[in-house]
């Protein structure tokens, strides 16, 4: 069964630094990976999605990694803002529509 | 269009009521998705259509009933809950195939309270 962890669960960063957060899954046997962001009460935004043959997916101030055979993906945050502050989840994706979430890391980036 | 769009926003109902979540896109999306998030937790899956027709069900009990009428529309039918069914509950969408299979667009929720 596939186990999904992301750390630091918490984060609190000021306005302007760039940040890194992790994730990692225990079965390399992936399809994809998505990485999402949910606001409190909200539902989930889709960030990135990374095909298991990529290395790198790239979205504005946003860049996730995958690193399948280790069982690793980061997401790296740019110039970090207020408005990035939510819970980031990752979910590595397995056949039959399945995704795994993790258990986030919420992010708090201070004005 | 890239949105999934969820009514109600919230539902409050007693135990002997029954009640009905809906969903919806025009993505052309195949494949749909229900998932319940309690407070501070992720995402657990429910349900999965694949082609209008059910994929998967996660154990679910039989007091939630899914529906897929057509290839937009995702209805999720309440009845009898208990008042740990209280949560948010996601609707979730992709393609069934191909090279973006399996990424999940979701909509905003349903927050439902069962009193």
């Known amino acids: 069964k596939q186990e999904v962890t992301q750390i630091p669960a918490a984060l609190s960063v000021p306005e302007g630094e760039n940040l890194v957060l992790n994730c990692s899954f225990t079965d390399s046997a992936i399809y994809n990976l998505q990485w999402f962001r949910q606001d409190p009460g909200k539902g989930l935004t889709s960030l990135l999605l990374i095909q298991s043959s990529q290395r790198e997916q790239t979205s504005g101030r946003l860049n996730a990694s995958l690193d399948k055979s280790s069982g690793r993906s980061t997401l790296y945050i740019a110039a970090s803002q207020p408005g990035d502050s939510a819970t980031y989840l990752c979910?590595?994706?397995?056949?039959?529509?399945?995704?795994?979430f993790g258990k986030g890391t919420k992010l708090s980036v201070i004005p | 269009d890239t949105e999934v769009t969820q009514t109600p926003k919230h539902l409050v109902m007693g135990m002997t009521n029954k009640k009905s979540l809906k969903c919806e896109q025009h993505m052309g999306h195949r494949a749909m998705y229900w998932y319940k998030q309690k407070a501070k937790k992720p995402p657990e899956l429910m349900f999965v259509y694949s082609y209008e027709k059910l994929s998967i069900n996660e154990s679910v009990p039989s007091r939630f009933s899914p529906e897929c009428p057509n290839s937009s529309l995702l209805n999720l039918h309440l009845h009898a809950l208990q008042p740990e069914d209280s949560a948010l509950y996601l609707c979730?969408?992709?393609?069934?195939?191909?090279?973006?299979?399996?990424?999940?667009?979701f909509g905003p929720g349903t927050r439902l309270t069962v009193l």
């Open positions: 979910a590595p994706g397995a056949g039959s529509y399945q995704l795994t």
């Open positions: 979730a969408s992709s393609q069934a195939s191909g090279v973006s299979y399996n990424e999940q667009f």
